[in-house]
């Protein structure tokens, strides 16, 4: 397809909206941007922008279904949803943009979802993982801070705040808080698609992380085979690539540099 910066593209019944920076994936590496859990692909803000200019790859972002300005995403949302994402929707926008090779970058969510694809998918294109603030089990930690932001969408502005990137706040609200609160979501658990992966990986975690502990970490050096670098910022919550925006990249770039793709 011949892209431009911004439009949709069509998977399976779902209409996702996308944003792509720098050279085009039949040009160049690119990074598949993968967001949070109340992301979008105006959430990423100028970082796809800044790290298209640190790197020389493209970046494409997309917004999930449910999300942004694409499609709803189906409710109720079951608690197996990120690998219905990584599985299921992830294979046909990888091929929908006609990727070479490149790295999948996640943030939260996004990051749990890249990492079961790397476990779970024999794709060659996949040259690294860059996961931001990832999941790989659920911590009660987590969990009961996600029970409070449902309680301020719903007695608070915060509802009124999410309408600047979503089309659909509800939709994109209950898609993410619905499954991480249902009681089954407590065993939810990655660890053996960890040990599938077979490209290097580069964590970025804050310390003070709200949504998860260094116990993410820990399970990633001990389950996985291959390369795990973990860069752990001081002082930095759940989304590094805001809160930490230059060491972030500092990181991505250091990466990316070892990982010797053009």
Request: with cysteine; proline share 5%; net charge negative.
């Amino acid at each position: 397809m011949i892209m431009a910066d911004d439009g949709f593209i069509e998977v399976g019944s779902s209409r996702l909206e996308y944003k792509m920076v720098g050279p085009r994936p039949d040009e160049a590496a690119t990074f598949v941007l993968l967001h949070e859990g109340l992301g979008s692909v105006g959430i990423w803000g100028d970082f796809p922008a800044r790290l298209a200019d640190a790197t020389g790859f493209g970046v494409f972002a997309y917004s999930r279904a449910g999300y942004g300005r694409s499609s709803p995403s189906v409710m109720p949302r079951r608690v197996t949803f990120m690998h219905e994402e990584a599985q299921d929707v992830l294979p046909h926008v990888l091929d929908a943009i006609g990727l070479q090779h490149g790295i999948l970058l996640g943030h939260s969510d996004g990051a749990s979802i890249a990492a079961i694809y790397a476990g779970s998918i024999e794709d060659h294109r996949i040259r690294g993982l860059v996961l931001l603030a990832p999941h790989f089990f659920a911590e009660e930690f987590g969990i009961a801070e996600i029970a409070r932001m449902r309680e301020a969408y719903e007695t608070t502005d915060l509802r009124a705040k999410l309408e600047k990137w979503h089309q659909n706040p509800d939709n994109a609200f209950y898609s993410w808080s619905g499954p991480w609160l249902d009681p089954g979501f407590r065993n939810w658990d990655i660890s053996e698609e960890l040990a599938y992966i077979r490209v290097p990986i580069l964590i970025v975690q804050g310390a003070d992380d709200q949504y998860g502990t260094l116990r993410q970490i820990e399970i990633a050096k001990e389950k996985c085979y291959c390369p795990v670098e973990a860069i752990i910022l001081a002082g930095i919550r759940h989304i590094p690539h805001r809160e930490a925006l230059d060491a972030t990249i500092g990181a991505i770039v250091d990466f990316t540099r070892r990982l010797q793709i053009k």
